[in-house]
C-alpha cells in the first residue's frame, strides 16, 4: 500500500481524496498556491507545501515543483485528481520515471488517449463505434473532407478537453473561419493547434461507461451515466444509470468497454464516453482519470472508487468480481458553481454563511465553509450536492429537497438553475439531450 501520497490537486476533489486516504490509513501531503492557503483539505492533511503563486501554470501546473514536493515530503505516491495534471502524459512519465506511484494509469496509455486523433484511431481499431471523421489532422483540403464527411459537422482541437476548442459547422462557407478560429483557440488554451473534423448529430445524448481494472488483468464496469444536462460542452448535472436505453444496447457496448481495455491494458479508473441518438453509441473519447461525477455510479454500486484507485495503484488485486456488482437504485449529481445563475459570470469572493443539506440519501462533496474566500483564479465549482433513491423520480425530489435546505450567502451560485432544471416536464420525463440547457435557459441580453 501507499505510504505517503500527495495530492495533487485543489478544492473538493482535494478533500474527497484525503478522505479516501484517512480510510485507508496512508498519510497525505496536501499542495498548495499562495491563494488556497486556507483550502479545508490543506488544513486536514498531515503535511502542506505551498508549490507556488496563484497562476496555476506557477503552481498546480508546475511539474518541477511537484515532483520536488514528493521528494521533499517523502511521498510515495500521488492522486492527480482531475483537471490541472491529471491526464498530462508527461507528468505521468516523469512520476514513473522518479519511481513513485502514480494514482492512474500508464504515461504511454495517457498519450494515446489524450490526443483525440490517436484515441478515435485506436477506438476504430478496438472494435468501437464511431461517427465519420477526418481520420487525422486536418491539414490541407478541408473543403474536401468536409464534403466526404457531410455537413453539419464540428471542428475538434486533437487535444482539447473541458468542452473548449469546439466549433461546429453548418456549411462550407463557415468553415474555414471557424478552423482558423479553432485553431488559435487550441493553440492558447493547449499549446497544440491540431484540429480535427467529425460529423456533427443534432440530437444527441451523451453516456459514459465507467471501468476500473487492476495489473492482474481483472477488467470491470460499473455500469453507465448520463451527462447530457450541459451547458457550452460543460457538464451540470450527470446521473446513474442512463435511462430509456435498452439493456441489450448497454450491455454489448459495456463488452466493447472491457475489449477495448483489455487491448490498451489500462490500468486503474477510466471513463468511456460516448454520444447516444436513435439507437447507436459513437465514441467520443477516454477519460483516463477520475470524473468529476464519479459519486453517481458510487451511489448505485456501493464502491469507492477513490478508494480503488489508490489500491490498484499500489499494485493490489481488485478483490470483486463483475458478476458481484449490482447496480442499484438511481443517482442525480448537480454541481454548484460559484456564478450568477443567469449571465453565468463567475462569482469570487468571501462566503459570508454555509449550510449543507443533509437527510437520507444525501451527500454533498464541498470544501467550502463559512468564511471562506472562493479566489478568482480557477474552476468555479464549490460543490456537488448528490442524491440516491430507490427510482429516479424519488432520486430528483429528493434532490430538489436537498437544493432548498442549501445555504451559500456572500457570492452567487447557480442552485436556482439547477431547481428550474430538476422540476422542468421534460426532465422530469427524461426528455434530455445535449441541447437541453441551452433550450431552456435563456440569458439575459
Keep these: 500500500m501507499i505510504n505517503k501520497l500527495l495530492i495533487a490537486n485543489r478544492g473538493e476533489i482535494a478533500l474527497r481524496i484525503l478522505r479516501a486516504c484517512k480510510e485507508l490509513e496512508i498519510s497525505t501531503v496536501a499542495v498548495y498556491s499562495e491563494a488556497d492557503r486556507d483550502q479545508m483539505h490543506v488544513k486536514m492533511a498531515d503535511?502542506?507545501?505551498?508549490?507556488?503563486?496563484?497562476?496555476?501554470?506557477?503552481?498546480?501546473?508546475?511539474?518541477?515543483?511537484?515532483?520536488?514536493?514528493?521528494?521533499?515530503?517523502?511521498?510515495?505516491?500521488?492522486?492527480?485528481?482531475?483537471?490541472?495534471?491529471?491526464?498530462?502524459?508527461?507528468?505521468?512519465?516523469?512520476?514513473?520515471?522518479?519511481?513513485?506511484?502514480?494514482?492512474?494509469?500508464?504515461s504511454s496509455v495517457i498519450k494515446i488517449m489524450g490526443n483525440k486523433i490517436s484515441a478515435k484511431r485506436f477506438a476504430r481499431e478496438a472494435g468501437l463505434p464511431t461517427l465519420?471523421?477526418?481520420?487525422?489532422?486536418?491539414?490541407?483540403?478541408?473543403?474536401?473532407?468536409?464534403?466526404?464527411?457531410?455537413?453539419?459537422?464540428?471542428i475538434k482541437a486533437a487535444s482539447g478537453g473541458g468542452g473548449r476548442g469546439m466549433r461546429v459547422v453548418n456549411s462550407e462557407d463557415e468553415l474555414e473561419k471557424k478552423l482558423d478560429l479553432t485553431k488559435t483557440e487550441a493553440k492558447a488554451a493547449f499549446g497544440d493547434e491540431e484540429v480535427y473534423l467529425e460529423k456533427f448529430l443534432t440530437n444527441p445524448r451523451h453516456i459514459e461507461i465507467q471501468?476500473?481494472?487492476?495489473?492482474?488483468?481483472?477488467?470491470?464496469h460499473l455500469g453507465d451515466r448520463d451527462c447530457s444536462m450541459q451547458r457550452r460542452h460543460q457538464k451540470i448535472i450527470e446521473e446513474a444509470p442512463?435511462?430509456?436505453?435498452?439493456i441489450k444496447l448497454k450491455e454489448e457496448i459495456y463488452k466493447k468497454c472491457i475489449s477495448a481495455c483489455k487491448k490498451l491494458e489500462y490500468v486503474s479508473a477510466g471513463t468511456f464516453e460516448f454520444l447516444y441518438q436513435d439507437g447507436g453509441f459513437y465514441f467520443i473519447e477516454m477519460n483516463t482519470r477520475l470524473q468529476v461525477e464519479h459519486p453517481v455510479t458510487e451511489s448505485i454500486t456501493g464502491l469507492d472508487i477513490v478508494k480503488l484507485q489508490l489500491r490498484i495503484a499500489s499494485d493490489e488485486e481488485l478483490r470483486i468480481k463483475q458478476e458481484e456488482i449490482e447496480l442499484t437504485g438511481h443517482s442525480i449529481e448537480c454541481r454548484i458553481n460559484a456564478e450568477h445563475s443567469r449571465t453565468f459570470t463567475p462569482s469570487a469572493g468571501l462566503i459570508t454563511g454555509f449550510h449543507a443539506p443533509g437527510g437520507i440519501g444525501v451527500r454533498v462533496d464541498s470544501h467550502i465553509y463559512n468564511n471562506y474566500r472562493v479566489p478568482p483564479f480557477y474552476d468555479s465549482l464549490i460543490a456537488k450536492v448528490i442524491c440516491r433513491a430507490n427510482d429516479r423520480e424519488d432520486c430528483r425530489v429528493r434532490l430538489v429537497r436537498a437544493l432548498d435546505e442549501m445555504y451559500v450567502s456572500g457570492i452567487d451560485t447557480n442552485i436556482d438553475l439547477h431547481r428550474e432544471l430538476l422540476v422542468d416536464?421534460?426532465?422530469?420525463?427524461?426528455?434530455?439531450?445535449?441541447?437541453?440547457?441551452?433550450?431552456?435557459?435563456?440569458?439575459?441580453?
Design 211 to 220: 471501468v476500473l481494472s487492476d495489473r492482474f488483468g481483472n477488467f470491470l
Design 132 to 154: 465519420p471523421d477526418s481520420e487525422g489532422p486536418v491539414d490541407s483540403n478541408p473543403k474536401k473532407i468536409a464534403k466526404k464527411i457531410g455537413y453539419p459537422l464540428i
Design 425 to 445: 416536464q421534460d426532465f422530469v420525463e427524461g426528455k434530455t439531450d445535449l441541447n437541453f440547457v441551452e433550450n431552456k435557459v435563456k440569458v439575459p441580453q
Design 47 to 106: 503535511e502542506s507545501i505551498c508549490i507556488g503563486p496563484a497562476e496555476a501554470n506557477k503552481s498546480y501546473l508546475n511539474i518541477p515543483a511537484i515532483i520536488s514536493s514528493m521528494e521533499l515530503s517523502g511521498a510515495d505516491g500521488v492522486h492527480p485528481g482531475y483537471g490541472f495534471l491529471a491526464e498530462n502524459s508527461d507528468f505521468a512519465e516523469q512520476v514513473e520515471k522518479s519511481g513513485y506511484k502514480f494514482a492512474g494509469p500508464s
Design 242 to 246: 442512463s435511462i430509456g436505453i435498452p
